[in-house]
């Protein structure tokens, strides 16, 4: 007897065929669920040195801009809250402990931020940890250095790391390269100064010819020099005429509980507390953020939205 | 001719096999290829600007600052809280719904021979239905009223059904400004780390933690379980992480229906239960958090009415129950695993549906019935758009009300695989392709005292907006 034509098979072909209805659907899960875990790898192993470049520039001069940014109280290029920009409230760490230790040459320098809230560009940013910012500083040439900046996403639960996606270091170095361009022209608009009145008299001895060349020069230079001194009054005025618009108004405290921030972020330490309707000095004046002087002397960062300004 | 046909039919399923091979290959490529990092759930994400990341390990459980912020008050503790912040066009509700696809099987009924005709003599046979179907549709909101005092308010209806209300609570947050003294007032979840309002599965057979809702076979109880949502006030309170949690709450004995209803007879709640939960976490070097925790529920449920005209119009002969367990979460990179054991008891009168003012009706040998149970459900978060679950759960009898129970009788073993991907998860909105197989045996339940098993396979889209 085929086995295929017994009554008793015969009586399966129905079941079979409900069964197939679904089968599709049934090994498609199967086969995601199963294939995902022999196949899926967790995203820490694309953890690797993610931003390098050779900057045009003296190694003093990076390591400067470098010290700039790394200082500047901001982590860029990430963000927590939509419409923020950058991540305030980054300081200077002591250490690089959340990076591999560091065995080339180069001097290391990292930035921090503690308890960022799953911050935007680090891959699968979830929870709440630490971020970082590590920039290895290293000689090539008298007139290049190279510069390599890390960024990554701590857990503080699980210890989860998540890498960058790569814009916060490529954010981090804009900034960089915005204070490195700065220096640079300071340091060429100093070489320059340096060389005209270094290179003068050396005319004067190559060729009796170009001393009145050299009469020109420093009658440029004299000019300029003029030019910059009148400059630097005018500077210094719109400086005090600006301190004078700032320092001395007096603001009231709106606030059920005002509070004095050591510095001018969300997340920075409280100084002292002021309350309602207390009078506050300013000292100075940032977008949000009011650096003032409360009647006891203490002087702390208040939000502006907790303050109006004093008839 | 036959042998033809069989051949035929033989090609079919290689044809069918091929495209189902086929399609899940193309499923899996598009799934794990399309995953990009969560965004935002509409809630909170919407009020904080925040990523749904921040408080979700995958919508709906929470991460450990998700749970922080939640136990203190839907508040994250820092200037974002204030008013000037909030968009006035922001307005704390979400609607979710879930559109699916659904096979359910269960063999081993009693089938009339004669079908509409009870008299006939009852066969063996299995139910199996599928097709395209709705879920219920919760309409969720929730936030703080104001500094220090949060609410929730979640109606819910199924199709057909009339609204119900699945939780209403205010809560008075840090109260003495310690995050130890919290007061809840309402009808809440009970508090528990492992909640089966924020769990994956959503199948008609895997959709519950058995555990959570089990009685033996004849009890009374009307304690609908740890899972259902009582109506009371909760005292808790955490550390500023939240890795150390307790809570304790005094319940109407009502498994949280309003009304002053009991077991479905109305104006008839007297009486209290009392539930706690602790839980504990602690850092292993490299796997991270670690959480376990300790519940425990005694409750008292009524064994018949005082009437009036044969109106049931006060629940009496309340007798005790309890349920009490414990449960570990573990983590390890991606993957975490949650574990639960618990041991339940009624009293002889519930077990054995006797009312206490007749103990001569209870059968011989009665005694109050013990069962044990316990899960092991593990999650791997390939990202937070694409996780993986699978369940094994039991519910085994270890004393039964009376002698005349088989020893088997209304056990339950249960296992659930399944996965969900977001493919989109917005601060607006969030959308979860949802595909999940369920499979429950019950002791001694089907025909002719045969074991019964379930299974379920769902295909839907669960979102949010």
Redesign the interface.
Known sequence: M?W??SNRLQGW?APLA?V??????????????T???V??R???DAIASSFSIDVDGRYDDVMEAVNLVANNGVIDGTF????DESLPGAELAPDCSMFDTWRGPGKVICKIRKRA??P?HF??????GTVAVRYIVQTVSPTTTRLFIDAIFL??????PHPSDGYVETTEFAEVAKHLKQLTEAHDTLQAGYSSSEASPRSVAASEGAVADAADLQKVLAEQQAKLHVDSQHLADLERRLADLQVGRKLRVVSERGELKSNPY??SSVITAVPQGASLLVIAESEHWYEVRANNGKEGWI?H?QVEAQP | MQVSDSRQHGVSWMLKLRAAALFAVILFTFVVTSSRPGHAIPAFARKYGLPCSACHIGWPILNSFGQAFRDNGYQLGNDRDSPIYQNPAYWPITFRITPNWHRESTNHIALDSVPGDPTSTPVNGTQTVDGFDLSGVDIWTAGTLYKNISFSVLPSMAEGDTFHLENAWVRFDNLLNSPWLNLKFGKFELDTLLSEKRFLTLSNVGGVWYNYHFLPQGDINGFGGIGDNQLGLELAGHNKNSYIRYSISMLSSNDGTPGLTTSGQPNTSRTYDVYANVNYGFNLKSAGLQRVGLFGYWGQSPTYFQTSGGTPIQAAGNKGFSRVGAYGWWFYKQLDVETLYMHGQDSVYLGNGVPSNDPAALPPGAVGPTWNGGFVEAHYTYNPQLIFTGRYELVHMSRQANPSLQSTLGNVDSWTIGYRWYPIMFSRAGLAFHNEYSRATMGNLGFLGKDQTSSSIMIGFDFDY
């Open positions: 085929n295929l034509t072909k409900r197939a209805s679904f089968l599709p659907a049934f090994s498609a899960l199967c086969l995601v669920f294939s995902a875990l196949f899926a967790p995203d820490k927590e809250y939509k419409g809230l799953s935007s891959i699968n940013s979830n929870d709440v857990e503080n639960s699980h210890h989860h969300s997340h939000h939205s």
